[in-house]
């Protein structure tokens, strides 16, 4: 089965620490993306990635970061941790072709203490 | 971002066929229409996608209006399962077509 592995499947984080979230595809999908989803809000998009070392900004991506190195390998970095950056967050990726669908992760639920 | 418009919330009946309408007015001739789910406390799953014609999958059958405004989701046998949020998305052309905005979807509730 494919898969989108996110590295933890809950977290709790103390403010003002450095957090990263790891996410692991085996599909060798071209493009990787961090959303985060928050009651009332629904998902929002963080940041993309529609290539290795290539990135582009979503709709919110103040306080936060991403790295790809490796194809298959996108992390979203929080560089100095908030309480308003609690949530549930979510990986994708998908194929560059648009005539496919996204695989999710399972997401990481981040509380921010 | 071209926009969905979907009802908030749908019932249904196990075994019952579910139709879940999502209307995109403004969608142009390249956007493929995309639909997922999203059970409780997981990550949206892939359901069906489609361009100009009507497409069938394991999970669904998608239903494509002939003037691209509007596109409905079937599930043929709605279980306990299917009891999800239900995300109807534009899948863009140009230089944002990586990217899927998702709105609020509808919540469907599958009765016994």
């Known amino acids: 089965d494919v898969k989108v592995t996110q590295s933890s499947r809950y977290l709790v984080k103390r403010t003002g620490e450095k957090v990263f979230l790891e996410c692991v595809q085996d599909?060798?999908?071209?493009?990787m993306f961090w959303y985060r989803q928050d009651p009332g809000l629904g998902l929002r998009l963080i940041y993309f990635?529609?290539?290795?070392?290539?990135?582009e900004k979503g709709d919110i991506p103040e306080g936060y970061s991403v790295s790809r190195e490796k194809k298959e390998r996108f992390s979203l970095i929080l560089e100095s941790a908030s309480t308003n950056q609690t949530s549930m967050y979510l990986c994708?990726?998908?194929?560059?072709?648009?005539?496919?669908?996204?695989?999710f992760g399972s997401g990481t639920r981040l509380t921010v203490v | 971002d071209a926009k969905t418009t979907q009802p908030n919330s749908m019932e249904s009946n196990e075994e019952e066929p579910v139709h879940l309408p999502c209307n995109h007015s403004?969608?142009?001739?390249?956007?493929?229409i995309h639909w997922y789910r999203q059970l409780p406390s997981q990550g949206p799953e892939y359901v069906i996608h489609?361009?100009?014609s009507n497409v069938n999958n394991r999970m669904a059958s998608l239903a494509i209006a002939e003037d691209r405004k509007s596109s409905t989701l079937i599930l043929h046998r709605a279980t306990l399962r299917d009891a999800a949020v239900y995300y109807c998305?534009?899948?863009?052309?140009?230089?944002?077509?990586?990217?899927?905005?998702f709105g609020k979807g509808t919540l469907l509730t599958v009765n016994p």
């Open positions: 994708a990726s998908s194929p560059a072709d648009r005539d496919y669908g996204y695989t």
């Open positions: 599909m060798d999908h071209e493009n």
């Open positions: 990635s529609y290539d290795v070392k290539m990135k």
């Open positions: 403004t969608i142009s001739g390249t956007d493929y």
């Open positions: 489609g361009l100009t």
């Open positions: 998305i534009l899948r863009v052309s140009g230089g944002s077509n990586y990217k899927l905005t």
